[in-house]
């Protein structure tokens, strides 16, 4: 399976709650130009799932208008997410892909600490060596959503 990762763009300092944070006009520049210096690599992207705090829908637009796929909204993207409900989702994504005869090539949108970390765990990775800045997008590569079995492919920070 190969999945991308995205991390939000940077987003307002202060809101009423944290999942109310909107983009600022810099993360929504950086998230475009991450993504445009990706295109050729996510030519397979087949969909994209996102957290449903504001900041990550709002990235995940952006995604949507360059990719030209509608977004899903992501319950397991939040921040605060248990990396087993989130690997329990991109499972059900891969296993659901075999059913079917296309296989998933996500994009996730989500927020740090849970990308970082995630990456770190799946690829093998000293934990807290990818804190992943805001607009940074991770490509991996992983027959099992299992720790240490990814591959990383890149990570791109604007």
Known sequence: MHLFILRHGEAQNFAPNDAQRQLTQRGEQEVEQTLLASLN???GVNCIYASPYIRAQQTAQIASRILRLPVTRC???????HRADMVSFIESLRTGSMAGS??????LVSHQPLVGGFVDWL???EYG????GTSALASI???LIVGDCGTLRFIRQP
């Open 41 to 43: 690599d996510m030519e």
């Open 75 to 81: 319950d397991q993207l939040v921040p605060d997410t």
């Open 102 to 107: 296309a296989s998933v090539t996500p994009l």
């Open 123 to 125: 690829c093998g990775l």
């Open 129 to 132: 060596r990818h804190v992943m």
């Open 141 to 143: 590569e992983a027959d």
